[in-house]
């Protein structure tokens, strides 16, 4: 197994880490509601789940409650 022969300064290891960044993952719309949701997820505003290409086609899965 190699070793280094040199030690890697703090920019050259900055640098092989500049395409390390993560993304931000897009934001869906709810079909129902049209609130940003994440993929796969049910909704936080109206409590339903699936998209106008998906099986279940916004079913309810979740009741909101009024406070």
Do not use: D, W
């Amino acid at each position: 197994m190699p070793n280094p022969k040199r030690r890697h300064s703090k920019h050259r290891k900055r640098i092989r880490r500049s395409h390390h960044a993560l993304l931000m993952a897009p934001a869906n719309r709810c079909a129902h509601c049209g609130a940003a949701v994440k993929s796969h997820t049910v909704c936080e505003n109206c409590g339903r789940y699936g998209f106008e290409k998906g099986g279940q086609k916004g079913a309810i899965v979740l009741e909101k409650q009024e406070v």
